[in-house]
């Protein structure tokens, strides 16, 4: 089978991908599959697992996938980049977050200090006044 020769050009992506490979390679070793059962389990070739475990980057997604599979760790690539645990992206969302509200589009309500109207009812009390802090 051939594939497409990807190039990664940065030192660190490159170093991540062969600490991912040895991750992988380390785990199979663990729970004692061979190569050739790794291979088979996952549906790929022996040389594709090999690649996989140095780090090769033109190794596709679906196999990566496969491989954690198998090894019972699929769930660390569904929660990969997860919006709840990302930093960066927790991060920038609390930047665009408005700096202020405008005044001006917030609705009129009765000053605090004033009674209750009479048009009002009996009620209006009850909506300026919660137990709980939530005014909306």
Request: glycine share 12%; hydrophobic share 40%; aromatic share 2%.
């Amino acid at each position: 089978m051939s594939y497409m020769a990807i190039k990664v050009s940065s030192l660190n992506a490159r170093r991540a991908l062969e600490t991912l490979g040895a991750n992988i390679k380390t785990a199979r070793l663990k729970r004692r599959i061979s190569v050739k059962g790794f291979a088979e389990r996952i549906g790929v070739s022996e040389s594709t697992v090999i690649r996989l475990e140095k780090g090769d980057a033109g190794v596709s997604i679906g196999t990566l996938a496969m491989a954690c599979l198998v090894l019972g760790e699929l769930d660390r690539i569904s929660d990969f980049l997860d919006a709840g645990s990302d930093g960066t992206g927790l991060l920038l969302d609390r930047e665009a977050l408005p700096k202020r509200i405008d005044g001006k589009r917030k609705p009129k309500s009765p000053p605090l200090n004033a009674g209750p109207s009479r048009k009002a009812g009996p009620n209006l009390s009850s909506d300026i006044d919660d137990d709980e802090g939530v005014g909306f």
